[in-house]
């Protein structure tokens, strides 16, 4: 009976996207680490447990396998970075149009060594391709202003 309920790893799968442990016995999840949790090692003053647990055991990409190799290399561990999940956060901030600076971050400084190509297009070849394309409900007046037949 205790064979079938207890669950324990030492690394496993992580989502794609957050790159979080994932959860479940089923699919070699990790343990979930609640706000509680969080909470209640905030209280014991437990800063560096926590640390730990919210980057290296999470979703710290790079934190996860330097530690590793550290642990191999028999050397100090190093600080731990930014979590994955902030990433996504700051992204999807920026595609709402926020423009986020963040100071002191060696973790993006990092990540775009790692980040897949991304295409920019300027405002000026936006302009000239939607020129070239026929409006159906309406007609371009000036750069920007769009003349409808409800006006």
């Given at each position: 009976?205790?064979?079938?309920?207890?669950?324990?790893?030492?690394?496993?799968?992580?989502?794609?996207?957050?790159?979080?442990?994932?959860g479940g016995k089923?699919?070699?999840?990790?343990?979930?680490?609640?706000?509680?949790?969080?909470?209640?090692?905030?209280?014991?003053?437990?800063?560096?447990?926590?640390?730990?647990?919210?980057?290296?055991?999470?979703?710290?990409?790079?934190?996860?396998?330097?530690?590793?190799?550290?642990?191999?290399?028999?050397?100090?561990?190093?600080?731990?970075?930014?979590?994955?999940?902030?990433?996504?956060?700051?992204?999807?901030?920026?595609?709402?149009?926020?423009?986020?600076?963040?100071?002191?971050?060696?973790?993006?400084?990092?990540?775009?060594?790692?980040?897949?190509?991304?295409?920019?297009?300027?405002?000026?070849?936006?302009?000239?391709?939607?020129?070239?394309?026929?409006?159906?409900?309406?007609?371009?007046?000036?750069?920007?202003?769009?003349?409808?037949?409800?006006?």
């Open positions: 009976m205790v064979e079938d309920k207890i669950h324990m790893r030492a690394t496993g799968p992580y989502a794609l996207i957050t790159q979080q442990p994932l089923a699919r070699m999840g990790g343990q979930r680490f609640g706000e509680m949790e969080v909470w209640a090692l905030e209280g014991y003053g437990a800063a560096h447990t926590l640390q730990e647990m919210l980057t290296i055991k999470s979703d710290d990409i790079f934190g996860r396998t330097s530690t590793m190799e550290s642990l191999i290399k028999g050397e100090k561990i190093k600080k731990p970075n930014l979590p994955a999940s902030f990433a996504v956060l700051v992204s999807e901030l920026r595609a709402l149009g926020f423009k986020v600076d963040l100071i002191g971050a060696q973790y993006f400084k990092d990540r775009e060594r790692t980040r897949p190509m991304q295409l920019e297009v300027p405002p000026e070849a936006i302009v000239e391709i939607s020129k070239e394309e026929k409006l159906t409900e309406g007609e371009v007046v000036e750069e920007g202003l769009v003349k409808t037949e409800e006006e």
